[in-house]
């Protein structure tokens, strides 16, 4: 069974910066997962914002390149989002996914495991 538990999420102003954190826990080569962050805000569909694979390629939604950053701790277990610059329309709920698939590209990547999410809220 694989849990993801994510943190650090909250209330900024536009321009403002959050690090999300999601700590991986349960029976599962952690090292070897496909990892992402994906996001939803009220009235919209679920969106991909990053995926970081085993080898530490990364890949980006185009409305997050340059201002978020995805990151991973393989010995802590640990998936990191730098998120900079936000701006309103980043606000969502956002969750951690896990996979052991070969799949770890946006729009494509599919997630097996999900967390309950961490709530970014920006204000103007």
């Known amino acids: 069974q694989v849990q993801l538990l994510e943190s650090g999420g909250g209330s900024v102003q536009a321009g403002g910066s959050l690090r999300l954190t999601c700590t991986a826990s349960?029976?599962?080569?952690?090292?070897?997962?496909?990892m992402g962050w994906y996001r939803q805000a009220p009235g919209k569909e679920r969106e991909g914002v990053a995926t970081i694979d085993h080898d530490d390629d990364a890949n980006y939604a185009d409305s997050v390149k340059g201002r978020f950053t995805v990151s991973r701790d393989n010995a802590k277990k640990i998936l990191y989002l730098q998120m900079n610059n936000l701006k309103p329309e980043d606000a969502a709920m956002y969750y951690c996914?896990?996979?052991?698939?070969?799949?770890?590209?946006?729009?494509?990547?599919?997630?097996?495991?999900w967390g309950q999410g961490t709530q970014v809220t920006v204000s103007s």
């Open positions: 996914a896990a996979d052991l698939g070969t799949r770890c590209t946006l729009p494509d990547a599919i997630f097996g495991y």
């Open positions: 349960g029976a599962f080569r952690y090292s070897s997962a496909c």
